[in-house]
């Protein structure tokens, strides 16, 4: 085929002609830098025509694209090539530009901006932009010179409604959506299903570019067409350094649960239905509500179950047996407390203000009533929160004092004693088994949970043992008390401690 052309200001003869051999040739020359090869074949008569499609479909230009070949793309567009002439339809429809994008080829780039190539052309049918390439492959350079050239920065893909934010969400490519959204790419448009770039985050744990969204305001609550949000897919995609940065930034693990079509799911429910352990117990850790059933009436054990993951579902039915025997265990909480006061006046005065302040700590805690997915629950919380959670256990007044040196055996060998060795109300022949029977109630009924702070020491009971340091001047030591053992109290009175500190682990955050 012969192409005249008397358009061409420049010396290479005005008839073309294009081959797919010739085109061959010409693309190969581009695509390996033979600029001699290249000049010969284009100042032929009948030159070769730089826009002829290869074989394969591919233009001359292309070739010069792929390697970052400028010279070869300058001395084809000095011949007549077409700056924004794309390669076959089965190949994508790709530009010149949209390959020298893909390549992060930045001269080859450029020779072809200032040659006027469109810097927001798509590909068709899908939308795709050089701008979307970048973002794919987390190029900010290359992205920046395409943006500084006219490409859109929210621009949607026909294919999807995806945005190039939403692209670089996808790839990880941190780089390039810092730069989108320092340039004005809005962080929360919302793409196919109604996502947003950060629930894309969350489909593959993009964690870095999740951080610079949430930099830039991104909404963290937002949820998709069917009541999902970010913290959602994290629970459903297993995506633990996105759910932990979420969590972190104070995002609620009891979100809303998804629509009864999308099976009324919370992220706990998603978390076990796939078998994402870690997930699972990174929100049990945060305060989740393991308790809420689905649409479908399945608690989170049934739902582990069938996920065919064995260490979910053991999670899953460890946590149920345990809110179970809590639900059972407040039920005698009212009586526990009738029999405490009904029993204080039996007690004898010396140990009464250690027995208040343990009862001021207990009776500060209350039982919570929610209303939850499959009924009523019973959940403890603590009315405070912060420093205020600590409750220090003032030293024994002079009331106690004297009761300590009344009750002293042999003087100096009590002193003694009190720096040398624990004494508790099984070693004491002189603690009324009431006593001992009243604290010790106190002691296995309630969890007494504190922490120790600003040098203040503070008391803490847990239920079935317990592991306290008591405090004696110089001298610390540390007790292990199991459920039924003597009176905690009459131990500390008899040692002269001042008040007790728990060296085990917090059991409520």
């Not at 570019?209 to 459903?236: E, I, W």
């Not at 649960?257 to 990174?282: E, I, N």
């Not at 100096?412 to 109630?441: M, W």
Request: proline residues 5%.
């Amino acid at each position: 085929m012969v192409n005249r052309d008397a358009s061409m200001g420049n010396s290479i003869g005005s008839e073309k002609i294009s081959t797919p051999e010739l085109a061959d040739e010409l693309y190969q020359a581009a695509r390996l830098g033979r600029l001699s090869d290249l000049r010969a074949l284009l100042h032929r008569r009948p030159s070769v025509d730089p826009n002829g499609r290869t074989s394969a479909g591919r233009t001359p230009l292309i070739g010069a694209a792929l390697a970052d070949a400028w010279e070869a793309a300058q001395m084809l567009l000095e011949a007549g090539a077409r700056p924004d002439e794309p390669d076959s339809a089965k190949l994508g429809g790709c530009t010149p530009l949209m390959v020298a994008a893909q390549r992060d080829a930045q001269a080859v780039a450029g020779v072809l901006l200032h040659a006027g190539a469109d810097a927001d052309a798509t590909t068709q049918p899908d939308g795709q932009t050089a701008l979307m390439w970048c973002c794919q492959a987390d190029l900010p350079r290359m992205a920046g010179l395409l943006i500084s050239r006219g490409a859109r920065v929210d621009r949607r893909r026909q294919l999807d409604a995806a945005t190039p934010l939403m692209l670089a969400a996808r790839n990880n490519s941190a780089r390039v959506a810092e730069l989108l959204l320092e340039l004005g790419a809005a962080p929360d448009l919302r793409g196919p299903a109604g996502f947003t770039a950060l629930m894309v985050t969350a489909l593959v744990d993009a964690v870095d570019v999740a951080a610079r969204l949430l930099s830039f305001g991104a909404d963290r609550l937002v949820a998709d067409s069917a009541g999902r949000t970010a913290l959602h897919v994290c629970a459903r995609h297993g995506s633990l350094r996105v759910a932990r940065l979420l969590l972190g930034s104070g995002v609620d693990p009891n979100p809303a649960p998804t629509s009864p079509q999308d099976g009324g799911h919370t992220p706990v429910t998603l978390a076990a239905a796939h078998g994402h352990l870690d997930c699972l117990r990174l929100l049990i850790r945060r305060g989740a509500d393991y308790l809420h059933r689905c649409a479908d009436g399945r608690d989170i054990r049934a739902i582990a179950e069938a996920s065919g993951c064995a260490r979910t579902a053991e999670l899953a039915r460890s946590l149920i047996e345990e809110s179970q025997s809590q639900r059972s265990h407040s039920n005698q909480t009212e009586t526990d407390f009738k029999w405490l006061h009904t029993h204080e006046d039996g007690l004898r005065p010396e140990l009464k203000p250690t027995l208040a302040a343990l009862l001021k700590t207990v009776s500060e805690e209350e039982d919570e009533v929610e209303e939850g997915g499959g009924g009523q629950r019973a959940k403890r919380r603590s009315k405070i929160s912060g420093d205020a959670s600590v409750r220090p256990v003032p030293p024994l007044d002079a009331a106690t004092k004297d009761f300590k040196a009344t009750n002293d055996a042999s003087g100096s060998e009590r002193q003694n004693a009190q720096c040398s060795s624990v004494a508790t109300a099984s070693d004491r022949s002189d603690s009324p088994p009431e006593e001992d029977r009243l604290i010790e109630q106190l002691i296995i009924r309630k969890r007494i949970v504190t922490k120790e702070t600003s040098g203040q020491r503070v008391v803490s009971v847990k239920e079935e043992q317990l592991e306290l340091v008591v405090d004696c001047g110089e001298i610390s030591e540390t007790v292990h008390v199991k459920s039924g053992a003597p009176a905690i109290a009459a131990a500390a009175a008899a040692r002269g401690a001042d008040a007790f500190r728990s060296t085990g682990s917090q059991f409520y955050s």
